[in-house]
């Protein structure tokens, strides 16, 4: 059940109140999950690392972290609440199923009725982020259950539940937009060039040992994809942007110790360059928020050599992208001639 | 394009639960069977483990050439090869049951090859290809002797040029004339040559259609763990 933020409350206060409600929630309820059977502890761990994020003035990231926590933990809530009576019957998932269903429509319809031009946009962004995962995971939890086991479709609906709960709190947030509005425009023809890199990265035998990688790329790109197809454009920068940190982990090299004080220089410059900027630059203070974060390590212990190379990424590959995306590019011409369609059915996010 | 899994109406029309699944247009190109995902078995996919690069090259020649036969509007051709794939996959998890006349007029069954790794070979005497593998059966007819049944049945072809191939042919090859009966079991075949492996336990071991350029590699590497 989604608690909305009480009228008066300043945002970082709000963020702070649902890091903490999910914290009591977890610890009333705590998470059990065959799959993984640290999920709980890891769940607590990400609560505790949004509270940091969001103490330390990171709010944006905070959220994001909320965002993945509430969609996990709803989604194993709804598999523990629910698999008993579920068990084997298709017309008992089905009931489950209709009620879920009307609950997240009702979720929806409310964040769609946010009027974001006052909003920040990484407000936006990770509202119609989540808000369009919604439907996938119905319909794929649905899919599982009819293919398989009914009660193999109740995480992917739980987390349905999850990730609409999230959409309406962000949209809920009383944060006022800092600046002029940052000009939001369908990013197709950055997101055909970016597709056809990883494509032709995809070989042997990266195209193996990095499996995984190019799978976290490649659903980033495709939710970027839909979002744009929605118009949900600030969802679908932020997107982007995420594919192109993930591309850039794939491709660069590690950052030497020699070079590690002129990044966190190159970092504080970009902060400094996006807080004076006098437009909304949200999307882009999630990114940098990311990479001070990992170059922060709350217990004092050095960052990791992945650490490093993610902050020197968003330095070097996001950020420009941000900015470059402020010129729009021409779209791909299409070559004349017969056309085909390939069709890939897929999982949306893997 | 991308769908998501539980709301394509492609995957739906043509009885795909799972995912993956690649369509050319709206012919069937894989599917989770062929990777060895989603609840079937691992290893017995055309492109399982997925994660080896073998599978996915012959991923990505298996894709362009159903991309060419349509560009090349040769849609019926796609058609059927997609059918064909699709059928014998269904079906031939293991050595079918049939009961067929050799050209010899002796009783060939499927009984008759228990405890033998077997080669079905489905040709027709107007596929130049289906020719040349049919000498090379003869070959390895020679190598392996008793241990390995070798079966060349002919489809759609006429009868009198069945004969005049088979009078050339090694004579430790049964050649028959493919029933109706005999295609379906074997998943309807539509297009030769078709090649079935069967171990010892009657166990498909790899169908291979038409003739690759490493046909007799391929085939080699399965006999080698199939004849002792």
């Given at each position: 059940m989604l608690a909305l933020p009480v009228a008066g409350q300043d945002a970082a206060s709000?963020?702070?109140?649902?890091?903490?409600?999910?914290?009591?929630?977890?610890?009333?309820?705590?998470?059990?999950?065959?799959?993984?059977?640290?999920?709980?502890?890891?769940?607590?761990?990400?609560?505790?690392?949004?509270?940091?994020?969001?103490?330390?003035?990171?709010?944006?990231?905070?959220?994001?972290?909320?965002?993945?926590?509430?969609?996990?933990?709803?989604?194993?809530?709804?598999?523990?609440?629910?698999?008993?009576?579920?068990?084997?019957?298709?017309p008992a998932f089905e009931a489950e199923w209709e009620k879920l269903s009307a609950s997240v429509a009702a979720l929806d319809q409310q964040t769609r009725a946010k009027n974001w031009s006052d909003s920040p946009a990484a407000l936006q962004a990770l509202s119609e982020t989540a808000e369009a995962m919604t439907m996938p995971l119905l319909e794929g939890g649905r899919g599982f259950a009819v293919s398989t086991e009914p009660k193999e479709g109740l995480f992917n609906i739980g987390e349905a539940q999850g990730q609409a709960e999230f959409a309406a709190f962000v949209a809920s947030l009383h944060l006022p937009l800092n600046g002029a509005a940052y000009p939001l425009r369908s990013l197709l023809p950055e997101l055909a060039g970016l597709q056809q890199k990883v494509n032709a990265a995809f070989q042997p035998p990266r195209s193996i040992d990095l499996h995984v990688q190019f799978m976290l790329i490649n659903s980033g790109l495709k939710q970027a994809a839909d979002l744009d197809a929605s118009k949900s454009y600030a969802g679908a920068l932020c997107q982007y942007l995420k594919a192109v940190h993930d591309y850039g982990m794939l491709e660069a090299g590690p950052v030497e110790t020699s070079r590690q004080p002129a990044l966190k220089d190159a970092l504080a410059q970009a902060r400094s360059r996006l807080n004076a900027s006098g437009r909304d630059e949200s999307i882009a203070q999630l990114f940098v928020e990311w990479a001070e974060s990992s170059l922060a390590r709350p217990d004092g212990s050095a960052p990791s050599a992945d650490d490093w190379k993610s902050a020197s990424v968003i330095v070097d590959q996001v950020l420009p992208a941000y900015f470059a995306a402020d010129h729009a590019l021409a779209a791909p011409e299409r070559t004349a001639g017969k056309a085909i369609e390939i069709t890939l059915v897929r999982w949306p996010y893997t | 394009m991308n769908e998501n899994f539980g709301t394509s109406k492609l995957a739906d029309r043509l009885g795909v639960k799972g995912y993956p699944a690649v369509f050319v247009d709206d012919i069937l190109v894989a599917c989770p069977r062929d990777f060895g995902y989603f609840r079937e078995k691992i290893g017995l996919g055309r492109y399982a483990p997925w994660q080896n690069a073998d599978n996915q090259a012959k991923f990505k020649a298996d894709l362009t050439h159903m991309i060419d036969l349509i560009l090349a509007g040769k849609k019926d051709s796609a058609l059927r090869e997609s059918e064909a794939t699709s059928a014998a996959l269904n079906q031939l998890l293991t050595l079918p049951k049939f009961e067929l006349m050799d050209l010899n007029g002796q009783a060939l069954t499927s009984e008759q090859l228990a405890g033998r790794a077997v080669l079905v070979e489905f040709w027709a005497t107007w596929c130049p290809p289906c020719r040349s593998t049919l000498d090379w059966l003869g070959e390895l007819k020679s190598k392996y002797g008793d241990k390995l049944a070798i079966l060349a049945l002919a489809v759609e072809s006429p009868e009198d040029k069945i004969h005049s191939v088979a009078a050339s042919l090694s004579p430790g090859l049964r050649v028959a004339i493919t029933d109706a009966a005999t295609a379906e079991a074997f998943g309807n075949i539509t297009s030769v040559p078709t090649m079935f492996l069967f171990d010892r336990s009657g166990k498909t071991a790899r169908v291979v259609y038409g003739a690759p350029p490493d046909l007799h590699a391929q085939v080699a590497e399965v006999l080698e763990s199939l004849v002792d």
């Open positions: 709000q963020v702070q109140a649902e890091a903490e409600r999910l914290q009591q929630l977890l610890a009333k309820k705590p998470i059990s999950f065959p799959d993984n059977p640290d999920a709980n502890r890891q769940a607590g761990d990400m609560l505790k690392s949004a509270l940091k994020d969001q103490s330390a003035g990171r709010l944006y990231l905070s959220l994001y972290g909320i965002g993945q926590v509430s969609d996990f933990i709803h989604g194993v809530w709804f598999v523990m609440d629910k698999a008993e009576a579920v068990k084997s019957s298709v | -």
